[in-house]
């Protein structure tokens, strides 16, 4: 199922997918002739109509997970239009999917399809856009500032102020650093590819940089208390929710306090 949310000149798309008893959100935006992501693939015949009515110059992609990039390839190949992405994840757009099986299960099976390096400042047709470097949630992850408008679009970075569990990939730490760094920028409203619309987006961010913060003096505290990383996560995070299992603890609260160890 496809809905679409009007902010002002922003049009959120706002895709639900459902697999087996899991219901999952993710949003795409056009603003400006700019369509940032691509939402995933399982929605594509939703999408096209939508692609097809609203004016798309360019799109930019936030980071190459499959449910920002499952669309990338027939908007390439029908709208005939740019694709920029973090440098670092070019080879790998061109490449046939590679990720858990799980993920292709709830997003599917996204196409390979051709970028270009996201520059630092790119223009729309009314508007100038900064390009933050932001990872933690994945390495390539970029942020996205409309300057005119002060408007914020964090991809991954937000999702959830309190986040129990995160992939393996992810990193606190560097979570911690983008949060801090995208709160140096002049903005309160937020456009998550989770979660939607944010007004008072400025404020949520916040309240996830001090949960992290408190989290990892927290972790390190215990760890030098002497207890191992297993006891750590024990006491921490007592409850398993179903997404570590299904997704074979992929996602687990143990690689929270993995991450911030490592970082020491
Ligand atoms: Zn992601």
Redesign the pocket.
């Given at each position: 199922m496809v809905d679409i949310i009007q902010h002002q000149d922003v049009t959120a798309i706002k895709g639900t997918v459902t697999y087996s008893s899991v219901t999952l959100q993710v949003y795409n935006f056009i603003v400006d002739g700019m369509l940032i992501d691509t939402n995933t693939i399982q929605l594509l015949d939703k999408l096209i109509p939508i692609y097809n009515k609203y004016p798309i110059d360019f799109v930019v992609i936030t980071?190459a997970?499959e449910?920002?990039t499952g669309t990338a390839n027939w908007v390439q190949n029908s709208l005939e239009v740019p694709i920029y992405i973090n440098q670092m994840s070019i080879e790998e757009s061109k490449r046939e999917a590679n990720y858990p099986q799980y993920r292709q299960l709830v997003w599917g099976i996204r196409k390979p399809f051709e970028a270009e390096p996201l520059p630092d400042v790119l223009q729309s047709r009314n508007y100038s856009w900064e390009t933050i470097h932001t990872p933690g949630?994945?390495q390539d992850h970029m942020a996205l500032y409309n300057i005119e408008k002060k408007l914020l679009f964090t991809?991954?970075l937000f999702v959830t102020p309190k986040p129990k569990v995160i992939m393996e990939s992810e990193s606190i730490p560097e979570m911690i650093q983008s949060l801090k760094k995208v709160l140096t920028y002049d903005f309160e409203e937020v456009f998550c590819c989770h979660t939607g619309y944010l007004p008072n987006g400025r404020l949520l961010l916040k309240q996830k940089l001090d949960y992290l913060l408190d989290l990892q003096e927290n972790i390190v505290n215990i760890y030098q208390n002497g207890m191992t990383v297993g006891e750590i996560d024990q006491k921490l995070f007592p409850n398993t929710p179903p997404i570590a299992p299904f997704s074979r603890y992929d996602w687990d609260s143990r690689h929270i306090v993995t991450s911030v160890l490592k970082d020491r």
């Open positions: 980071h997970h449910d920002h949630h994945a991809g991954d």
